[in-house]
């Protein structure tokens, strides 16, 4: 996550008074690491010291330099695979430790491989990112809320959330959230539920187990359907 203000002051000071001791990595143009030092030398008002990366790897690069600047527990590193997961050429903007990374597309597996993961921690860390308010992906990310306990969170109302967050027992405090909302919940469908264990089925399935049970409904036809 980016810098806050106070940290990002105490680096532009550090670096005026003992200069820029970690380059500013970069990749055909674009920062690869240490964006944050970047901005402290413009606020120090210090020429950046910029190094060229020459390796086929820039993504696992990243990761290496992320890992190796800090112990990060698994929720921590589920946190930076789901940042990376799903990014496109550039990056996710929105992200200072997976920003500008020069990729075609990283899956959620591949990002979980990476960072050594599960898939499910890569899945829960990208519900935190996406349907979290800021506060929650920060407290996972500073090791202050496990991913799995921040993503049943996430499925909350946004006020709700951070009811949660502030909460001294914040694992009892969702679990409460989630029992209030249960209860004030309609009972679902049957049929809903068991529509939805099909989706489930049909996902986790591969391709030729599709087109087997196509074959034995007697669709022959696949012609729009994605096996």
């Excluded at 500013?24 to 910029?50: H, K």
């Excluded at 903007?93 to 993961?117: C, G, H, I, T, Y």
């Excluded at 409460?176 to 049929?191: G, I, N, V, Y």
Aim: with cysteine; net charge negative; proline share 4%.
């Amino acid at each position: 996550h980016v810098f806050d203000l106070v940290a990002l002051d105490d680096l532009a000071e550090d670096i005026r008074q003992h200069g820029q001791l970690y380059p500013i990595w970069t990749f055909e143009g674009m920062i690869l690491d240490g964006r944050n030092r970047y901005t402290a030398c413009v606020n120090a008002m210090v020429e950046p010291r910029f190094e060229e990366y020459q390796g086929n790897n820039p993504l696992r690069f990243v990761i290496s330099k992320n890992l190796s600047r800090r112990h990060m527990d698994a929720s921590q590193r589920a946190m930076v695979a789901g940042r990376l997961a799903n990014m496109k050429h550039g990056g996710d903007r929105k992200s200072d430790q997976a920003a500008n990374l020069p990729v075609d597309l990283v899956s959620q597996p591949e990002a979980a491989e990476e960072l050594n993961v599960s898939e499910r921690s890569v899945r829960s860390a990208r519900q935190v990112i996406d349907d979290g308010v800021p506060e929650l992906a920060e407290a996972v990310d500073n090791g202050e809320l496990p991913v799995s306990v921040a993503a049943v969170i996430a499925t909350l109302p946004k006020e709700t959330q951070k009811q949660s967050i502030a909460s001294d027992d914040r694992k009892t405090a969702a679990k409460q959230h989630l029992t209030e909302r249960k209860k004030t919940q309609k009972p679902a469908d049957p049929a809903e539920r068991q529509l939805k264990a099909l989706h489930k089925a049909w996902d986790a399935a591969d391709s030729d187990a599709r087109a087997r049970f196509l074959e034995n409904i007697g669709v022959t036809s696949f012609v729009g359907i994605e096996l």
